[in-house]
């Protein structure tokens, strides 16, 4: 069983930056793709960013491109989301997911979810 636990959320003011952590442990990490979700308050949950465990490709969300970078360290077992310039419409419980083998850009395709940290962007 594969456990992720994310961390970093907090409240900013628009323009500020942020990074998010996502921890994980109970599988061979380099092994499994990535990805950041987030979901709003009376909305669906929406893909924001997703990473390979061995190419260490990377694709976003159109939202978010140019703003936010998705990386990983497979020593440490971590995912990172780096926000910048964040707006308001960015404010949402952001969620780390993992899936074996592959990355994408639909939540069913993910078998394993942290328990969401909050980000707040006021205005």
């Known amino acids: 069983q594969v456990r992720l636990v994310e961390s970093g959320g907090g409240l900013v003011q628009t323009g500020d930056s942020l990074r998010l952590n996502c921890a994980a442990s109970?599988?061979?990490?380099?092994?499994?793709?990535m990805a950041w979700f987030r979901q709003a308050p009376g909305k669906e949950r929406e893909f924001v960013a997703g990473?390979?465990?061995?190419?260490?490709?990377?694709y976003y969300a159109d939202a978010v491109k140019g703003r936010f970078t998705i990386s990983r360290d497979n020593t440490r077992n971590t995912v990172y989301l780096q926000m910048n310039s964040l707006k308001p419409e960015d404010t949402a419980v952001y969620y780390c997911?993992?899936?074996?083998?592959?990355?994408?850009?639909?939540?069913?395709?993910?078998?394993?979810w942290g328990q969401g940290t909050q980000v707040t962007v006021s205005s």
């Open positions: 997911a993992a899936r074996l083998g592959n990355t994408g850009r639909r939540a069913v395709e993910y078998n394993y």
């Open positions: 109970g599988g061979t990490f380099g092994l499994y793709g």
């Open positions: 990473i390979s465990g061995r190419s260490n490709s990377t």
